[in-house]
């Protein structure tokens, strides 16, 4: 009888602690989706509030298969992402071996590799437009030389300017993709190891036949952040092309930013973030869904 | 013989791993300390005349004081009610007996997983109706909603590591959950706390997206925001862009020096199965 009274008197107080938290998040999170769920529905601009007549029904989204530019986004958006996250993971695992097999200058090898994360994205934005300068940038000296010809406009080309943007994101993600990847390392058994140097493994077989298999949960899981992060590429876009040349780095979540904010078109903004939020949706569903259990069933 | 030849490919590996990742830094605080003329140079001059002519500029012409005092402001703010928030939230997923705690740390990271753009019209509707754009709760509001999956998720992780026996021995001697919660868990948490306060202070200083759409006045700019938006007359101000950068990573390079280890253990909470 007074256990029960205890155990109910835990889940007030449990209910208590999560009151703040959840408020945060129902008023900042999860009340703006659904408003801009219905904000799709409504032909609007950003400075005036809804009135009747505005509602279209699925006008907007009908609008935005027949948008030529929204369709180009779409797909430079997945080519973002897959050219990005391939990468990110590749090296992320590479950064990985180097980060758990250091052992003399560790403290100072692993703050170096974590710069790139640290750094504000606006910031590597800036350095990499400025490496990417078309006349005195550092990535035109490493291939041409002082042969300033032959050098190139990387931002003003619509293929290199999509390059050199997937460059800059590789560049600072995979050392982000590194560290969940070494969690990973670190917690495969040596002793599997030792087995395998007994049988007389080499250590690519090793790393082939023991590393990668046990790590599989573990790329799925930095492959889901990186994935789910690659989709909202922003900072990048707006400072080193603002979507240019011509739509060539138009981002869905630049293109939503833009109709919304800049143009002021706020249905059919919202539309298209709608749309952006099904997908990552969609995308995390299968993510863990492959991933079963093990993100959260440890400690909970 | 192979093994020396193992042993040359993963140093070669490293030295490439470091290179990449730091040379581009490297290079811009190098441009912050050349003259104008160094800049454009052809072969590039590595190593700078240590000219302060560019910070003296960012600090006359544009005013970095003030987006440094705005960004410390908004990330400071951020930093501390996220894990005053967080650790209850924590404490209440980690330690007591709740119905449904996989759903509510599934919705939690589902949070953390929307599109900025999703929420940023509704959450500009919300700070316009209530007269805060151009406030500093204007952003700290949306900040703290941003990070609290990122910390309750490191806490929640970190309070559950605790041995159990602790807690149950004090409620036994009749310690109430809160004195537990403040006299036992709170300082036996400290590494925890410091964690996720580093991470959220560094995802808070970095943040762009949500400051460029609440803080329009000049006046309330926070770095990132001044450092995206600095106009040159004429020309791109390359100099003072880098000089404001580095200002900026500074900060952030001396929290990955003295702490990677906690960073690393940190953003490693919850993504594997120990």
């Known amino acids: ?300 | 013989m192979k093994n020396i030849s193992y042993k040359l490919t993963f140093l070669l590996t490293t030295a490439v791993v470091v290179l990449v990742s730091i040379f581009p830094f490297l290079w811009f605080v190098s441009t912050s300390f050349k003259r104008e003329i160094e800049i454009s140079s052809i072969p590039p001059i590595f190593i700078p005349s240590f000219n302060m002519q560019f910070y003296q500029s960012t600090i006359s012409n544009y005013d970095i004081f003030l987006y440094i005092k705005n960004s410390l402001l908004v990330a400071g703010c951020t930093t501390i009610i996220t894990i005053f928030i967080s650790s209850l939230a924590g404490y209440a997923l980690a330690c007591l007996k709740l119905k449904g705690k996989r759903l509510i740390m599934g919705i939690i990271l589902a949070s953390s997983m929307f599109p900025q753009i999703s929420i940023a019209g509704p959450i500009w509707r919300i700070l316009d109706f209530f007269g805060w754009l151009n406030c500093y709760q204007g952003l700290i509001l949306p900040y703290v909603t941003l990070t609290l999956p990122l910390g309750i998720w490191i806490l929640a992780s970190f309070f559950d590591k605790l041995p159990k026996e602790i807690e149950e021995a004090a409620m036994i001697d009749g310690c109430s959950h809160i004195q537990v919660l403040l006299k036992i868990i709170a300082p036996l948490s400290l590494p925890g706390i410091f964690t996720a306060s580093i991470l959220v202070f560094i995802y808070a200083w970095n943040e762009f997206f949500f400051a460029l759409l609440v803080m329009t006045e000049e006046k309330y700019r926070t770095l990132p925001v001044g450092i995206a938006l600095f106009q040159g007359q004429y020309t791109m101000p390359w100099g003072e862009i880098a000089a404001a950068s580095t200002i900026a990573t500074i900060p952030l390079v001396i929290l990955v020096m003295f702490f990677q280890k906690q960073i690393v253990s940190g953003l490693s909470a919850g993504a594997v199965k120990e």
Not at chain 1, 139 to 162: E, I, Q, V
Not at chain 1, 261 to 282: D, K, N, R
Request: contains cysteine.
């Open chain 1, 1 to 300: 009888m007074k256990g029960s009274v205890l155990i109910k008197k835990e889940k007030t107080f449990a209910f208590f602690l999560l009151l703040p938290a959840f408020l945060f998040l129902a008023i900042f999170s999860i009340y703006p989706i659904l408003y801009s769920f219905f904000l799709s529905f409504f032909k609007l601009s950003l400075w005036k509030n809804i009135s009747v007549g505005a509602f279209v029904g699925f006008a907007n989204y009908t609008a935005l298969l027949r948008d030529k530019i929204a369709l180009h986004s779409f797909l430079i958006t997945f080519a973002f992402v897959i050219i990005t996250t391939f990468f990110e993971i590749l090296f992320g695992i590479v950064i990985a071996l180097v980060m758990h097999n250091t052992f003399k200058w560790r403290g100072f090898i692993r703050a170096a590799i974590l710069i790139p994360w640290a750094i504000p994205t606006v910031v590597s934005s800036q350095m990499w437009r400025f490496i990417f300068n078309d006349q005195y940038g550092f990535a035109n000296f490493l291939l041409f030389g002082a042969h300033t010809d032959s050098y190139k406009a990387w931002l003003a080309n619509p293929t290199l300017a999509f390059f050199s943007i997937a460059a800059a994101d590789i560049w600072k993600s995979s050392s982000f993709a590194a560290l969940i990847i070494l969690a990973g390392l670190q917690i495969i058994p040596e002793d599997l190891y030792e087995a395998a140097k007994i049988d007389g493994a080499s250590r690519w077989y090793q790393f082939i036949k023991i590393t990668l298999p046990l790590l599989k949960p573990t790329i799925l899981v930095a492959l889901l952040f990186r994935t789910i992060d690659a989709f909202r590429v922003f900072d990048l876009v707006f400072v080193m092309t603002q979507g240019g040349p011509g739509d060539a780095t138009n981002v869905l979540q630049f293109y939503g930013y833009k109709k919304i904010f800049a143009e002021g078109f706020v249905g059919y903004g919202s539309t298209i973030s709608v749309i952006i939020f099904l997908i990552i949706f969609c995308l995390s569903l299968l993510y863990i869904r492959m991933l079963g259990k093990t993100l959260m069933e440890k400690r909970l």
